[in-house]
């Protein structure tokens, strides 16, 4: 038998070629830095770091958690999303992976993965968050891939990148952590108004509405105006140590300029403790900011003492023009 009669052994399938994936930690960091890069843009465009308005965070609403919107949709962060998503694609390097030396390329031949590839992986990434099982993936895969990358057919491998580059690119994650990571400085102006009940409500000596201007944030000295918008809140004192009497009602009306009720709450005193509409215990009375915001300019708050199936007028506060003395009684 001569060589060329010798048996031909078949190809080795799904080798593991002879390349440098990259290592877990890499991927990690590359991607907390691009992230702190989007979030940078997004606080320096919107005043919030969130990059998108339909993020939600907690709150408490007289005392029952709630949701609100975190971020604020900007163009200039919809574009900083695109210029990484759109280098990825094209040149397998992002700002946060040239720091750190890796690529994004296609499993088969090592080239940049294109659009509509990287598009879905950041669409398959929704698997890697899973218990976070995808993203720790890398730590045991031969060839370091989270979930999102075998779907895609992509790998993480290490490459090189120019040394102007990714010092530009190292200058610029520095100063965007920076910013994200650093303490904010919150300020905002706070109107408060009150009026006198004396003997006129079951004890209560004085009501006050405090009610919040802009709230703007400073980090590392860059001023801008946030998205937070603080709830404006009312609050009473008792004449005396004593508590409100028991079954004292106060009704709490929020009225537009054209004197239309857009919002109402009813406190009941019972054996100390202050409720709204009898259910939820509240130490003091919180009107939603998007109730404020629905009134328009030139709102006010209307107190009224309840009881006996009639309102009675208290006193009126808020609005362009302060407490009005001077509102008639009204019957329920």
Same mark, same amino acid.
């Given at each position: 038998?001569?060589?060329?009669?010798?048996?031909?052994?078949?190809?080795?399938?799904?080798?593991?070629?002879?390349?440098?994936?990259?290592?877990?930690w890499r991927r990690a960091l590359g991607s907390l830095l691009d992230g702190a890069l989007v979030a940078a843009?997004?606080?320096?465009?919107?005043?919030?770091?969130?990059?998108?308005?339909?993020?939600?965070?907690?709150?408490?609403?007289?005392?029952?958690?709630?949701?609100?919107?975190?971020?604020?949709?900007?163009?200039?962060?919809?574009?900083?999303?695109?210029?990484?998503?759109?280098?990825?694609?094209?040149?397998?390097?992002?700002?946060?992976?040239?720091?750190?030396?890796?690529?994004v390329v296609r499993e088969s031949d090592h080239e940049p993965a294109g659009l509509l590839r990287t598009a879905g992986r950041e669409v398959l990434?929704?698997?890697?968050?899973?218990?976070?099982?995808?993203?720790?993936?890398?730590?045991?895969?031969?060839?370091?891939?989270?979930?999102?990358d075998t779907l895609a057919s992509t790998v993480v491998v290490r490459g090189?990148?120019?040394?102007?580059?990714? !010092?530009?690119?190292?200058? $610029? +994650? %520095?100063? =965007?952590? @920076?910013?994200?990571?650093?303490?904010? &400085? *919150?300020?905002t102006g706070t109107t408060?108004?009150?009026?006198?009940?004396?003997?006129?409500?079951?004890?209560?000596?004085?009501?006050?509405?405090?009610?919040?201007?802009d709230v703007w944030v400073s980090r590392l000295g860059i001023r801008r105006l946030s998205t937070m918008h603080?709830?404006?809140? !009312?609050?009473?004192?008792? $004449? +005396? %140590?004593? =508590?409100? @009497?028991?079954?004292?009602?106060?009704? &709490? *009306?929020?009225?537009?300029?054209?004197?239309?009720?857009?919002?109402?709450r009813t406190v009941t005193f019972r054996d100390g403790v202050a409720r709204t509409d009898d259910v939820h215990e509240v130490p003091e009375l919180t009107i939603p900011h998007d109730v404020t915001a629905d009134a328009g300019s030139g709102w006010v708050v209307r107190l009224t003492s309840e009881a006996g199936g009639t309102s009675s007028w208290l006193c009126t506060l808020g609005g362009p023009e302060g407490p009005d003395e001077q509102a008639p009684l009204i019957e329920g």
């Open positions: 038998m001569t060589l060329a009669d010798a048996p031909v052994a078949p190809p080795v399938r799904d080798a593991v070629p002879s390349v440098a994936y990259a290592p877990w843009v997004a606080w320096l465009a919107t005043g919030s770091p969130v990059p998108v308005p339909f993020l939600l965070t907690p709150a408490l609403l007289n005392g029952i958690d709630v949701v609100e919107p975190a971020g604020t949709f900007s163009w200039w962060t919809a574009g900083a999303v695109s210029v990484v998503l759109l280098l990825q694609a094209f040149t397998g390097v992002t700002p946060g992976k040239s720091v750190v030396g890796i690529r990434h929704v698997l890697d968050w899973i218990l976070l099982i995808g993203w720790l993936r890398p730590l045991w895969n031969a060839r370091r891939q989270t979930f999102a090189h990148v120019d040394v102007p580059v990714r !010092l530009i690119a190292a200058v $610029a +994650s %520095a100063f =965007a952590l @920076a910013l994200v990571v650093s303490p904010t &400085v *919150s300020e408060t108004v009150s009026c006198g009940l004396a003997d006129r409500l079951g004890g209560i000596e004085t009501v006050a509405l405090r009610v919040p201007g603080p709830q404006t809140v !009312l609050t009473w004192t008792s $004449a +005396s %140590a004593a =508590a409100p @009497a028991d079954g004292t009602r106060l009704g &709490v *009306s929020l009225r537009d300029r054209d004197d239309h009720e857009v919002w109402h």
